[in-house]
């Protein structure tokens, strides 16, 4: 499957270098009822608006479920990305250990209507110590109707800043998008075909 750099970047901050919103309380109970395997009907990504962009080609499935995260005292939930129904089985049944995925959202509040999460990745580290592209995201997943969801990301991005240390932080990327708009956004459209 081919990705944009959007894609790969959102998959990376994921993994990497975010900073979830320190507000979050966990997901409600009634998020479970999400769980399930989705096959994806349509996938946009545009680059230079926050706005729906053209169609991208997209990994074929997703796994959502609910999990525990001891450290918070919460439990999530998750979106990723898999190549076929028992690919999303494995994926979830081996979660977090030893998994891979092209992309993924984690939503970290919110019931089973609406779940929200924000966070803020360092960028890029470039030899000089330079810090690019830092951004700021905001995740939705809408239950839109009755096994279909809807995933919509907006992403702000900052200017690039000098790193600490030669490290880059949250802190400093944060600041570095304030006052700045929503200049790129994600939408995914998916249906359930399974259980997990």
């Not at 690919?87 to 993924?104: I, M, Q």
């Not at 803020?120 to 110590?129: D, N, R």
């Not at 969801?149 to 304030?178: H, L, M, N, P, W």
Request: with cysteine; hydrophobic share 35%; proline share 2%.
């Amino acid at each position: 499957m081919r990705f944009t750099s959007l894609s790969v970047a959102c998959c990376f901050c994921l993994l990497a270098c975010s900073s979830e919103d320190s507000s979050s309380h966990g997901v409600a109970a009634s998020a479970q009822e999400l769980s399930g395997i989705y096959q994806v009907t349509s996938h946009t990504e545009n680059l230079d608006a926050c706005s729906e962009g053209a169609e991208v080609t997209a990994a074929g499935y997703l796994a959502v479920f609910t999990y525990d995260v001891p450290a918070f005292g919460e439990t999530w939930l998750g979106a990723y990305s898999c190549a076929s129904e028992a690919a999303c089985k494995d994926l979830a049944a081996k979660w977090p250990n030893g998994v891979s995925y092209e992309f993924g959202f984690t939503f970290t509040k919110g019931d089973r209507d609406q779940l929200t999460a924000s966070e803020v990745s360092t960028g890029y580290t470039s030899a000089e110590g330079l810090c690019s592209e830092p951004t700021q995201e905001a995740h939705r997943l809408l239950s839109v109707a009755d096994g279909q969801i809807r995933i919509e990301s907006e992403i702000t991005v900052g200017d690039d800043y000098q790193g600490k240390d030669g490290f880059c932080t949250t802190d400093a990327a944060s600041k570095a998008v304030q006052g700045k708009s929503c200049s790129r956004f994600v939408g995914i459209n998916a249906t359930q075909v399974a259980e997990l």
